[in-house]
């Protein structure tokens, strides 16, 4: 059994909301500055970079949230065997209720039949809680804000798809992704990031499409073929022309990762979680000692 001191943890998992909400972890800023770079000097491209990269600053040196949307609260977690959940489940819900007190959370769960707000972040399917066992004696923390706006965006095909001309092939699943941002337009607040499900059932291939969104932004598919396919759609999307915030220019989407599931032989899924240049995620791990180490 793994123990841990719950009233500690209850601080550590606030100081990871702060973080999330706050500071844009380091791959994600490195790729925004490489973007602004890539822009034509004095365009309206450049100049939204750079008022990005500005609030990016303000919003660490205050600490104050990023985006007033501080977004859909998901949690990934992963625990050593037989460590219990439902303790881990409610220590975040209270540190979510101190970081609204604190406002570095926005109350952002709203009842969908009353359409009253809970006003601390907290409610049914609020935040959103995926477990999974791992042979490690830690427990890792993962947290990622989404927004509102970008989640709008989000979308998910069938295959084949007669008006796209997608079929059920990796062309197929190219054309599709094209198509969603092309609908998107600068919606979502682009320059975006997505993360693609291919395969799975509805449910489970958007889960797919949103654990991708936990990788690094310099990391390299393990998959050749994804890898390039990730590689290329980056390429082709950014000839869109859309540009940050729909103004145009060289940068539309900073990153694509793409995971795949098994599929019935009936259903062929693509789903598409697209995510806003406010790309806030962190992470903890505490170790059976009782360390913590945020990343
Ligand atoms: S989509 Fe992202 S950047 Fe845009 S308002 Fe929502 S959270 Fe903020």
């Given at each position: 059994m793994f123990n841990y001191d719950k009233s500690a943890l209850k601080g550590h998992v606030l100081e990871l909301i702060r973080l999330a909400a706050t500071y844009l972890p380091d791959d994600v800023v490195d790729?925004?500055?490489?973007?602004?770079?890539?822009?034509?000097?004095?365009?309206?491209?450049?100049?939204?970079?750079?008022?990005?990269?500005?609030?990016?600053?303000?919003?660490?040196?205050?600490?104050?949230?990023i985006c007033q949307d501080t977004g859909t609260n998901i949690y990934y977690i992963y625990l050593p065997e037989g460590t219990p959940t439902r303790p881990i489940m409610a220590i975040i819900k209270d540190?979510?209720?101190?970081?609204?007190?604190?406002?570095?959370?926005?109350?952002?769960?709203?009842?969908?039949?009353?359409?009253?707000?809970?006003?601390?972040?907290v409610g049914e399917?609020?935040?959103?809680?995926?477990?999974?066992?791992?042979?490690?004696?830690?427990?890792?923390?993962?947290?990622?804000?989404?927004?509102?706006?970008?989640?709008?965006?989000?979308?998910?095909?069938?295959?084949?798809?007669t008006k796209l001309g997608a079929g059920r092939d990796m062309d197929g699943v190219y054309k599709v992704i094209v198509d969603a941002v092309d609908e998107a337009q600068g919606l979502g607040c682009a320059p975006g990031i997505l993360g693609i499900g291919i395969g799975g059932d509805r449910m489970t291939s958007y889960g797919e499409s949103k654990k991708q969104l936990f990788r690094k932004m310099t990391d390299t598919n393990p998959n050749e073929v994804l890898a390039a396919m990730e590689v290329r759609l980056k390429d082709d999307l950014n000839k869109l022309g859309v540009g940050p915030m729909g103004f145009g220019g060289n940068t539309t989407i900073l990153g694509v990762k793409i995971g795949t599931l098994h599929r019935?032989?009936?259903?062929?899924?693509?789903?598409?979680?697209?995510?806003?240049?406010?790309?806030?995620?962190?992470?903890?791990?505490?170790?059976?000692?009782?360390?913590?180490?945020?990343?």
């Amino acid at each position: 059994m793994f123990n841990y001191d719950k009233s500690a943890l209850k601080g550590h998992v606030l100081e990871l909301i702060r973080l999330a909400a706050t500071y844009l972890p380091d791959d994600v800023v490195d790729a925004l500055r490489i973007a602004r770079d890539s822009e034509v000097e004095g365009s309206p491209a450049k100049n939204v970079f750079g008022m990005i990269l500005s609030n990016i600053d303000m919003a660490k040196n205050d600490s104050t949230p990023i985006c007033q949307d501080t977004g859909t609260n998901i949690y990934y977690i992963y625990l050593p065997e037989g460590t219990p959940t439902r303790p881990i489940m409610a220590i975040i819900k209270d540190a979510t209720e101190e970081a609204v007190e604190l406002s570095y959370l926005r109350p952002n769960a709203v009842d969908s039949l009353t359409g009253k707000n809970s006003g601390n972040n907290v409610g049914e399917g609020q935040p959103y809680f995926h477990f999974e066992e791992w042979d490690k004696d830690e427990i890792e923390i993962k947290l990622m804000l989404k927004g509102g706006g970008c989640e709008n965006v989000s979308t998910q095909y069938k295959l084949p798809d007669t008006k796209l001309g997608a079929g059920r092939d990796m062309d197929g699943v190219y054309k599709v992704i094209v198509d969603a941002v092309d609908e998107a337009q600068g919606l979502g607040c682009a320059p975006g990031i997505l993360g693609i499900g291919i395969g799975g059932d509805r449910m489970t291939s958007y889960g797919e499409s949103k654990k991708q969104l936990f990788r690094k932004m310099t990391d390299t598919n393990p998959n050749e073929v994804l890898a390039a396919m990730e590689v290329r759609l980056k390429d082709d999307l950014n000839k869109l022309g859309v540009g940050p915030m729909g103004f145009g220019g060289n940068t539309t989407i900073l990153g694509v990762k793409i995971g795949t599931l098994h599929r019935l032989p009936a259903s062929f899924f693509v789903s598409i979680s697209y995510m806003c240049w406010a790309y806030r995620r962190h992470a903890l791990i505490l170790s059976s000692k009782g360390e913590v180490v945020y990343d």
